[in-house]
C-alpha cells in the first residue's frame, strides 16, 4: 500500500496524558490513564492535496474492490494497513447524499442534504467502521470478535467477520432491538446472546470479557472503528466538491460517529484538503439524551450516565456512551452544539423525509428534528448549508414505519397509553373488493 504506514501510532486522546503505545497491539484504552485512543499518524509524508484529490477521483473509475469501497478509495488517510490483501471488504460507503427540499420547507431552511449511509452493505453506517475493524483484527491474528450492540453494530460486524471467517459473538438487551436488524446478525451467523439489561450493562460485560479472553472488541471504543467512520465526512466533502458545509448534523447515541467526524474534519484540514470546518451538531432523544445534559452543564469533566434511557429510536437509546470525551473533542474543535428532540419530533420528521422519496430508520430522523428546533432558535439560518446524516436504513425498523401510519406507534412504556399522534400519517384505506367501489373510495 501506497501509505505512509510505518507512522501509524496508537495514542491517548486525553491531553494531559498522550501515551503511545504500537500499532500491532491489542490495547483499547491506555494504561497509564484509562482514557481512549486514537489511532495517530504523520500527515507530513501524504501528497499534496491536489494530488490526493486525483488519486481519490481517478480511483473510482477502477473495478479492484478496495477502490470502489468508500472507505479503502481513501486510504492514504488510513496508513495502518501495510498489506492491501488484508483488506476485509463489502465495497462500503460510497453512499448517496441527496437534495431534500421537503425536509429543507419543514425545516425552513433554503437547502437541506441528506446523507445517506442506509444504503451500505447491511443498512447502516456501521460498515465503514466495521471494514476497518475486522480488517484490524485479522491483520492482529484474531480468530473471534465480539460487540454489544442495540442492533446495527450486531449485524455489521456479523456480516464483515463472516466475510473474514472470524467467529462472531453479539450481546444485545433483550426485546430491545428491532428484528430488521436482529435478523442480519442471525442470517449472518453470529452467536447472539440477549442478556436481561441495558445496552449499557451489555457494553460494560463484553469489555470485561473481551480483557479476558482473546475474543477482539468491535465496539466503537475501539479507535481502528472510528477510522473507517471518519471517512464518511471525507466521501461527503468530495460529493460536495470539497465545499464545505456550514453545518454537519448527526445523531447521538454512543457518540462513535461525533468522535470520528471531529477526527476527520481535523486530520482535512491539516491535510490541505477542506480550508475551514464546518460546525458539528448532534441530536439526542429527550429520553436518551446525557450528552445534552453534559454539554448544557457548567460542569463538562463528567457524564452522567441515564440508566433509564428511553426512546423508540432504538439505535440511539443509550444512556452511557464510551465516546463522550472525544465528542465533546470534535465540538471543541469545530464549535459544535448538541439539541434534544421529542418522541413526536422523531416520528414526523421521518415522515417528511420520507415524502423526499428517501426511507430512513428512526434514529437518522433525528437529524432533521433537530435542524428544525435549531433553526427555530436561530442557531441554524435560513441560508446555511446543512448535511444531515442518515445512519441507517427504513427496513432497520419497519415495525417502527407502520406504527407511526396506523396510529398504534407509542413509548414500550407500562405508563404510556397513548399512542403518538403522527402529523404526516398515511393511514392504508380498506375497501371491498369491488371495482366501483374502489374507485369511488379514491374519487377516480
Not at 81 to 94: F, N, Q, T
Not at 227 to 243: A, D, P
Not at 416 to 439: L, M, Y
Amino acid at each position: 500500500m501506497n501509505t505512509p504506514g510505518s507512522s501509524a501510532v496508537l495514542r491517548c486522546s486525553e491531553s494531559q496524558c498522550l501515551a503511545g503505545y504500537p500499532i500491532n497491539e491489542r490495547i483499547y484504552s491506555c494504561r497509564e490513564c484509562g482514557g481512549l485512543l486514537d489511532v495517530h499518524y504523520d500527515f507530513s509524508l501524504l501528497p499534496a492535496a491536489s494530488e490526493l484529490k486525483s488519486i481519490f477521483l481517478n480511483r473510482r473509475v477502477s473495478p479492484r474492490n478496495e477502490d470502489q469501497s468508500g472507505v479503502w478509495r481513501y486510504r492514504e488517510l488510513l496508513p495502518f494497513v501495510a498489506d492491501e490483501k488484508r483488506i476485509v471488504s463489502l465495497r462500503e460507503g460510497a453512499t448517496p447524499i441527496y437534495s431534500a427540499s421537503r425536509a429543507a420547507d419543514y425545516c425552513r431552511l433554503d437547502l437541506i442534504h441528506l446523507k445517506h449511509q442506509g444504503m451500505n452493505p447491511t443498512g447502516s453506517f456501521k460498515d465503514n467502521g466495521m471494514t476497518t475493524g475486522v480488517t484490524q483484527a485479522c491483520v492482529l491474528s484474531a480468530t473471534a470478535v465480539a460487540c454489544a450492540s442495540t442492533g446495527n453494530t450486531s449485524a455489521s460486524m456479523a456480516a464483515y467477520a463472516a466475510r473474514a471467517n472470524l467467529r462472531a459473538y453479539v450481546l444485545i438487551p433483550a426485546g430491545q432491538v428491532a428484528y430488521g436488524k436482529l435478523s442480519q446478525a442471525l442470517e449472518y451467523g453470529a452467536t447472539v446472546v440477549e442478556i436481561e439489561g441495558s445496552f449499557d450493562d451489555a457494553m460494560r460485560i463484553v469489555r470485561e470479557i473481551a480483557l479476558e479472553t482473546d475474543l477482539y472488541l468491535l465496539n466503537s471504543i475501539n479507535p481502528f472503528r472510528l477510522e473507517g467512520q471518519k471517512t464518511i465526512v471525507v466521501e461527503m466533502m468530495e460529493q460536495l466538491e470539497w465545499r464545505v458545509p456550514d453545518w454537519i448534523v448527526l445523531p447521538g447515541g454512543n457518540l462513535g460517529n461525533t468522535a470520528a467526524f471531529g477526527k476527520a474534519l481535523d486530520e482535512l484540514l491539516r491535510a490541505g484538503l477542506i480550508d475551514r470546518t464546518p460546525r458539528l451538531a448532534v441530536i439526542q432523544a429527550e429520553g436518551a439524551s446525557p450528552f445534552y445534559s453534559l454539554f448544557k452543564s457548567t460542569d463538562r469533566s463528567r457524564l452522567v450516565p441515564n440508566p433509564n434511557a428511553s426512546t423508540l429510536a432504538t439505535a440511539i437509546r443509550i444512556g452511557n456512551p464510551v465516546s463522550w470525551k472525544k465528542a465533546l473533542r470534535s465540538l471543541d474543535l469545530s464549535n459544535g452544539v448538541v439539541e434534544r428532540v421529542s418522541e413526536e419530533e422523531i416520528a414526523d420528521a421521518k415522515a417528511v423525509i420520507g415524502l423526499d422519496g428517501i426511507g430512513c430508520e428512526p434514529a437518522s430522523a433525528a437529524t432533521v428534528a433537530g435542524v428544525k428546533r435549531l433553526a427555530a432558535s436561530g442557531v441554524i439560518r435560513a441560508g446555511d448549508s446543512v448535511v444531515c446524516v442518515l445512519t441507517g436504513n427504513l427496513m432497520k425498523d419497519p415495525n417502527y414505519t407502520v406504527g407511526y401510519h396506523t396510529g398504534t406507534l407509542k413509548l414500550d412504556d407500562a405508563t404510556e397509553t397513548n399512542p403518538i399522534p403522527g402529523r404526516f400519517s398515511n393511514r392504508p384505506v380498506r375497501v371491498s373488493a369491488d371495482h366501483q367501489a374502489i374507485r369511488t373510495k379514491l374519487r377516480l
